[in-house]
């Protein structure tokens, strides 16, 4: 059994629906906020929106007990709670580091709606957080 037959057992096909939708929307989004990093005057909005996707990602992924989306989404959140006291714009590190997180939630998102069987293996990485966060002035 697939993952999206799995949630479609333990889930109302609505609850399921709306959450592939809004997933989809989310992976959308991130690649255009992520580069829009380098942007001194647009950090900071679009880390608040970044957190802000990540931290919905691991909520609606709690519910739905899909496990590596919600470490993937906390991991993701924690490194953006970071950045969100700095000033900008992000170093290129951190631009790239976010670019394979945003790779993994879409890849994620394929194996739900292919019904996959289990999730894709997680770019190892993805394990190697930058350090520096914010480009060097």
Request: proline share 4%; charged share 30%.
């Amino acid at each position: 059994m697939g993952l999206y037959a799995q949630l479609e057992i333990d889930f109302d096909l609505d609850i399921v629906e709306d959450f592939i939708n809004h997933y989809s929307i989310m992976c959308e989004n991130l690649e255009p906020l992520i580069i829009n990093l380098k942007k001194e005057d647009a950090f900071e909005p679009n880390i608040g929106e970044l957190f802000r996707i990540f931290h919905n990602l691991k909520s609606a992924g709690g519910f739905l007990k899909l496990d590596p989306i919600v470490k993937l989404a906390t991991l993701s959140e924690d490194v953006c709670e970071e950045a969100r006291v700095l000033n900008g714009p992000a170093s290129e590190d951190f631009i790239d580091w976010l670019l394979l997180i945003s790779d993994q939630f879409d890849a994620y998102r394929l194996d739900i709606e292919n019904d996959a069987e289990y999730f894709s293996m997680l770019n190892p990485l993805i394990i190697k957080v930058p350090l520096d966060l914010e480009k060097d002035s």
